[in-house]
């Protein structure tokens, strides 16, 4: 759990004179953190939140380079060039972005696969810097804070399910850490300075304009709630559109610079297949209908081999189907084609256990709270403790997992009163 930053004596005071510039407009907002705080916040959170929502996209790094230019391009234009800023491409099928305080920027390989040229990707990544340059979150943060809300909720939250549902768990099993909603006028404000950035940079403040119309577009076709993320945290409507084309006529044209975009995305176009039979995959998985997504997902693996996730959704299903030795194998794979994500570890790690591999499991387990913790490693390294005997450790991991609450919670508090009780 991350600290309150502001204890119930500071906030009296701070509320005081808790009034700051916005670096980027000039005008007075709330705040009653610093921008130090701000920036450690940011440190802090941003691996728990690429963790927790897919990871890096690894199947091509250029496309990663390439984003973090584009944005370190916008980010020495912005009104804040001092914020140590950061851009990376998520593993993650659902179209969004989103900053944290300081400067760290996230876009969803699902988003890039929408766009058309680098002035709309300048346009996603302009609006989000100048979040992160205005200070938006702090005032969020501040009007929780007056409202009584706290800042509790800057902890990474924990989801209630226990090992026996993986299949429906897929890659989440961590909650989601804080992504502000911002309100209108934060979103007009972001949209307005974000082009100003685009312009200064070189860009054609017309992609502002396209990405906005393509935002409205996809709300009132969409057929999914995978839109819901995207439209909660940057609700479009045809106002916004309208706002950023009479900006725009105020700004110089530039480039659009879309052959370069499109050899930036050309793996992603290439396993367009690919990544939809892993999504049909999870969507008939939801429904109930396994034998179904293993073949979706089998197949999104013949179409691209070094794609760690869909071996991971693979060890799900097995898991689900108790087909433990090849679940682990699955597993296997998907740790091999990408060590850096906790979920891989930690499945990798429970699957090991069920086959009563207690070696194999504590190492896994273990290091999947080098990326993450949560209280399914916590719950099951207590497990394999106690299969080994060592009751001491296994009493200390159940601990820390009966603080998470729901399920799995509940059932290590359950083994610790049934540990206390031989004692």
Not at 384 to 409: D, L, M, P, R, W
Request: aromatic share 8%; charged share 20%; proline share 4%.
């Amino acid at each position: 759990m991350i600290p309150r930053l502001i204890t119930c004596c500071a906030l009296t005071a701070s509320l005081l004179s808790g009034c700051a510039v916005n670096p980027v407009t000039g005008e007075q907002q709330l705040s009653l953190i610093s921008q130090g705080q701000e920036v450690a916040l940011g440190e802090q959170q941003y691996p728990i939140n690429q963790q927790q929502q897919g990871g890096e996209y690894v199947v091509d790094p250029s496309l990663q380079d390439y984003v973090s230019r584009v944005g370190q391009k916008l980010a020495k234009v912005s009104d804040q060039p001092q914020l140590p800023y950061e851009f990376v491409v998520l593993n993650n099928s659902t179209p969004n972005a989103w900053a944290l305080p300081g400067g760290k920027i996230a876009v969803n390989r699902g988003l890039l696969t929408i766009l058309e040229d680098e002035a709309e990707l300048a346009a996603v990544l302009g609006h989000e810097i100048v979040h992160a340059a205005a200070r938006h979150s702090a005032s969020a943060m501040s009007q929780q804070q007056v409202l009584g809300a706290g800042l509790a909720v800057l902890g990474a939250t924990t989801q209630n399910t226990a090992y026996g549902d993986l299949v429906a768990l897929g890659g989440q099993l961590g909650g989601s850490a804080y992504i502000a909603r911002y309100g209108r006028s934060n979103e007009l404000e972001a949209d307005k300075y974000g082009m100003k950035y685009m312009a200064a940079a070189g860009y054609d403040p017309q992609g502002a304009v396209r990405l906005q119309q393509k935002f409205v577009k996809l709300k009132e076709g969409r057929q999914s709630s995978a839109l819901e993320a995207l439209f909660a945290s940057h609700p479009p409507s045809q106002a916004r559109v309208n706002a950023n084309i009479e900006y725009a006529k105020q700004l110089p044209t530039g480039n659009a610079n879309r052959a370069a975009y499109q050899r930036a995305i050309a793996q992603l176009n290439r396993d367009a297949d690919a990544y939809g039979n892993y999504d049909q995959a999870l969507k008939a998985a939801s429904n109930k209908q396994y034998d179904q997504a293993l073949s979706l997902v089998r197949r999104a693996q013949q179409q691209q081999p070094r794609e760690a996730a869909f071996y991971q959704f693979e060890g799900d299903l097995l898991t689900h189907q108790e087909q433990y030795q090849a679940a682990y194998k699955a597993y296997d794979s998907a740790v091999q084609k990408n060590p850096g994500l906790f979920s891989h570890w930690l499945k990798r790690g429970l699957v090991a256990a069920k086959l009563n591999n207690y070696t194999d499991a504590e190492r896994d387990l273990t290091r999947s709270l080098r990326y993450l913790e949560t209280p399914h490693a916590h719950y099951y390294l207590g497990q394999v403790y106690e299969k080994k005997g060592e009751v001491k450790n296994a009493y200390s991991h159940y601990q820390t997992a009966s603080k998470a609450g729901g399920e799995i919670g509940s059932a290590a508090q359950a083994r610790m009163q049934a540990l206390g009780s031989q004692g």
